[in-house]
């Protein structure tokens, strides 16, 4: 089992929609999680940190899942520009120090 | 602004040269920095984890004598790909954490040709 999974997509989205996916991870130890996002040929950007509680920033909500081990992120209203590569990125504790795992990415394409 | 940089942002070398890739952390002293490797349409694969003043920490698979990695300071981390050949054209990126948040370089394109 890969240690951070995603469904690769592409999630085909109607402009205005909602859309949503998960993530889902291997180590119960992991600490902390953040949803990227990556344009083609650029690097990952941050969008959200998530946090226990699930947070929300604008169009934006993240949720986690500890007892079933997976973060989700819903975007509302859908524009053009979200079309992107989400990636989920996971920081687990190990013996050599924390480590950023990231998933394989969920593309987003968002049509008119 | 950038608070990683990363350079070249793009390289093309012939098969059997070595390239070496630079990456600051401009508003941090980072003492340790991570490498990535990403082929198309894949995802982003930790190399190794370079650790400023020791031995970079590798992942299993990749190959320490090909891939050196020098943390000489605390805000430089340099990866070389040496003895270049094709397969290892990809694109290189390098991160460090900071309060448990990521921030990456540019990348740099490589193609071995």
Sequence with gaps: RKEVEQDPGPFNVPEGATVAFNCTYSNSASQSFFWYRQDCRKEPKLLMSVYSSGNEDGRF????????????????????????????????????????????????LVKP | GAVVSQHPSWVICKSGTSVKIECRSLDFQATTMFWYRQFPKQSLMLMATSNEGSKATYEQGVEKDKFLINHASLTLSTLTVTSAHPEDSSFYICGRVRNTEAFFGQGTRLTVV
């Design chain 1, 61 to 108: 909500t993240a949720q986690l899942n500890r007892a079933s081990q997976y973060i989700s992120l819903l975007i509302r209203d859908s524009k053009l520009s979200d079309s992107a590569t989400y990636l989920c990125v996971v920081n687990a504790p190990r013996a050599a120090g924390n480590k950023l795992t990231f998933g394989g990415g969920t593309r987003v």
